[in-house]
């Protein structure tokens, strides 16, 4: 069965970075499009980032870019997510997402995609 696992969240302090990865199983993903959304408490879930299987086709949320980075191992199996000068306002649950029908601008555009992992918590303070 296709599964995602998401890890690489903590506690971290405003200014600082954080890399979160999203290992995925039960396929060979080839052309899937792959991505990161996250939810903060209270408010919907938000769209981040999201690359295509080639890495030709890269969106990111206008809120992150120039911050966030999302790239994929050589394997191609792990997803990243390096999240640089974060800021308050990043405190989320991050999930990733995979979908072989999706491009990464209906990610930004709709929010949808076919497979979840599970959250895995960003916490940011001052």
């Known amino acids: 069965q296709v599964h995602l696992v998401g890890s690489g969240g903590g506690l971290v302090q405003a200014g600082d970075s954080l890399r979160l990865s999203c290992t995925m199983s039960g396929g060979s993903f080839v052309g899937w499009t792959m991505g990161w959304f996250r939810q903060a408490p209270g408010k919907e879930r938000e769209f981040v980032a999201a690359m295509n299987w080639s890495g030709s086709s890269i969106v990111y949320a206008d809120s992150v870019k120039g911050r966030f980075t999302i790239s994929r191992d050589s394997t191609k199996t792990t997803l990243y997510l390096q999240m640089n000068s974060l800021k308050l306002e990043d405190t989320a649950v991050y999930h990733c997402?995979?979908?072989?029908?999706?491009?990464?601008?209906?990610?930004?555009?709709?929010?949808?995609?076919?497979?979840w992992g599970q959250g895995t918590q960003v916490t940011v303070s001052s």
């Open positions: 997402a995979a979908s072989p029908r999706y491009t990464p601008t209906y990610y930004q555009t709709q929010g949808h995609a076919d497979f």
